[in-house]
């Protein structure tokens, strides 16, 4: 029997450093100059959207960016139908 197979599947390429904690994710990294995002969900589980104000957001210190679905191209998300929009726009649905 072949040393790199366990059963009848091969031996995965990153499973020991993932077994003994010594794999590298995202969240490991800290570089100095870092940004974070923050996403921030309605309260309410179904409503219609009439405006966004982020002018306190946009002026918090630290703050680089404050993006809504104003700032993105309208593409649709979803596993087996495309009709999720990346930010709500119009409606709020949960």
Same mark, same amino acid.
């Not at 990294?29 to 940004?35: H, K, N, W």
């Not at 309410?44 to 700032?71: C, E, N, W």
């Given at each position: 029997?072949?040393?790199? /197979?366990? #059963?009848?599947? !091969?031996?995965?390429?990153?499973?020991?450093?993932?077994?003994?904690? =010594?794999?590298?994710? @995202?969240? %490991?990294?800290?570089?100095?100059?870092?940004?974070?995002?923050?996403?921030?969900?309605?309260?309410?589980?179904?409503? /219609?959207? #009439?405006?966004? !104000?982020?002018?306190?957001?946009?002026?918090?210190?630290?703050?680089? =960016?404050?993006?809504? @679905?104003? %700032?993105?191209?309208?593409?649709?998300?979803?596993?087996?139908?495309?009709?999720?929009?990346?930010?709500?726009?119009?409606?709020?649905?949960?």
């Amino acid at each position: 029997m072949d040393a790199h /197979r366990s #059963v009848e599947y !091969d031996v995965r390429v990153d499973g020991r450093e993932k077994v003994t904690g =010594a794999a590298r994710y @995202a969240s %490991d990294i800290a570089r100095s100059d870092m940004l974070y995002a923050k996403a921030l969900r309605s309260p309410l589980p179904h409503a /219609r959207i #009439v405006s966004i !104000d982020a002018s306190r957001a946009r002026a918090l210190p630290g703050v680089h =960016a404050v993006l809504t @679905a104003a %700032d993105l191209p309208a593409y649709r998300l979803g596993r087996s139908m495309r009709d999720m929009p990346i930010l709500a726009r119009e409606k709020v649905r949960f």
